[in-house]
């Protein structure tokens, strides 16, 4: 299960799964259905952060493997609306986690928790037990996510692991990320249709 269908590693992920011959079910929290890359086989119209229906739904599909793709990934939205993104990234998380935590029959399920590098700070850190230091809300809210995860694998046994996901672009990435919204600058520069970037 991915908890989204949208972005860049829903897509590709979704698209790995099934060439390893895993159905892959999407939540949608659009109104709209979400285009199909090839990433997914079923669609659920449910928001991540509705934990006692998302509970529900991961009764009736039982899956081995959760995803946790969903979230508020914009820095800047995350200051705008620092309590959504601490709702959606942290909340939400910590929820879903601790209820898959002590229900004998989702306990099986094996959980990835995406993270960033926004979740770590500034500082250089030595190792994974080394304090983080979020400088955004949205670090603030990974990094909730991030303890809330390794909480439940620690006091409950949830196979439930952290990676950081960091300054990674495809096609598919939104034009307004960092990276896509420099290049497409830069293009507009060599173009003459802006003085700078």
Do not use: C
């Amino acid at each position: 299960m991915l908890t989204t269908a949208y972005g860049q590693d829903a897509i590709y992920l979704g698209r790995l799964l099934k060439k390893e011959g895993i159905e892959v079910l999407v939540l949608n929290h659009k109104s709209s259905i979400p285009q199909n890359f090839g990433h997914f086989d079923y669609v659920s119209n449910l928001s991540f952060i509705q934990t006692s229906d998302l509970l529900d739904k991961i009764k009736d599909y039982n899956p081995q493997e959760i995803y946790n793709l969903a979230a508020i990934s914009s820095v800047a939205a995350s200051w705008q609306n620092p309590s959504l993104a601490m709702e959606v990234n942290g909340f939400a998380v910590e929820r879903l986690v601790n209820g898959l935590s002590k229900d004998k029959g989702t306990s099986h399920i094996k959980f990835f928790q995406a993270g960033s590098t926004d979740m770590v700070g500034k500082e250089i850190i030595g190792s994974e037990e080394s304090d983080f230091s979020p400088w955004s809300p949205y670090g603030e809210s990974k990094e909730y996510a991030r303890r809330a995860v390794r909480f439940s694998r620690d006091q409950f046994g949830l196979w439930a692991v952290n990676g950081i996901l960091t300054n990674h672009d495809s096609n598919y990435r939104k034009k307004t990320f960092v990276i896509p919204l420099i290049a497409s600058q830069i293009v507009a520069v060599t173009r003459g249709q802006i003085k700078t970037v």
